[in-house]
């Protein structure tokens, strides 16, 4: 008897292991319309992803996520590169859902509209940084008429603070990398008083410029998450699970340490 229940407890076991691993073949068939997993890089976010890392090759956590969900699927994998979040969404919504399977983006109600999204696989800051010299002391004091705000157009802080911010303006750069290049050129000379990004970026920037001043504290949690078009819905249910195992198991934070990244945080498991 007890070993009928020691290999019924195997049979079990087993069991679960092949579930985890096997994709319903409708979540295939959605993930891959072409045969190829292609994959939506965000390049413009040094946190998740790099275009060249040393030894050669993209990397980052969205990267390993994406080589890792290619060889589930077991299908080839195709980056395809973007310099900003805002044109990975644009190019989503130009085709009609057709210009890429999977993406990694912050969860945003106004992206929530053409894009579905998992839950959070990493979390960063957002935060903001001024001249050494500016009156501006606080996150709050941010927020004042006249008081003009260097974003990166369709990030996720930029949408995050449209709704936010009710007095300041916010100047958009095409991508994040060149809202720091413009206030970073330009400064409050130039019309630009403070800088919003993403937090490591923005800290690695300021340490290289005395005369800039990283604010306290942060403006915004940025949930990073795994998404696919709308209409997709075998897809996405998949790449729900899929991410509580990548989190779970280890590979989230496995890519975070292997890119060098101790600021980002594993988000904690989905309700």
Do not use: C
């Not at 979040?85 to 009609?96: L, M």
């Amino acid at each position: 008897m007890r070993r009928s229940l020691l290999l019924l407890g195997l049979l079990l076991a087993g069991a679960g292991i092949v579930s985890a691993q096997t994709v319903p073949p409708e979540a295939r068939a959605e993930l891959t319309p072409t045969g190829t997993l292609r994959a939506a890089i965000n390049f413009g976010n040094p946190v998740l992803a790099q275009r060249d890392r040393a030894g050669g090759g993209a990397g980052g956590v969205s990267v390993a996520l994406a080589r890792a969900l290619a060889e589930r699927l077991n299908v080839p994998l195709t980056l395809i590169p973007f310099d900003a979040a805002g044109a990975v969404t644009d190019a989503n919504k130009a085709s009609g859902g057709h210009a890429w399977d999977v993406a990694f983006l912050a969860v945003d109600p106004v992206r929530g509209e053409e894009i579905g999204f998992t839950s959070p696989y990493v979390i960063i800051e957002g935060i903001y940084a001024v001249m050494a010299n500016s009156p501006i002391r606080s996150n709050e004091e941010v927020d004042r008429e006249g008081v003009r705000v260097s974003v990166g157009r369709g990030s996720a802080y930029d949408l995050y603070l449209t709704r936010a911010l009710q007095r300041a303006t916010l100047v958009r750069s095409g991508t994040s990398a060149s809202a720091i290049t413009d206030f970073a050129s330009q400064g409050p000379a130039g019309g630009l008083d403070v800088l919003a990004g993403v937090g490591q970026p923005i800290r690695g920037f300021a340490a290289t410029r005395p005369d800039v001043r990283v604010l306290p504290g942060r403006f915004m949690v940025i949930e990073q998450a795994m998404a696919t078009p709308r209409g997709r819905e075998h897809a996405l249910a998949y790449l729900r699970r899929f991410v509580e195992e990548a989190k779970s198991s280890g590979l989230v934070a496995r890519a975070l340490a292997d890119s060098n990244q101790p600021d980002a945080q594993v988000a904690p498991a989905a309700r």
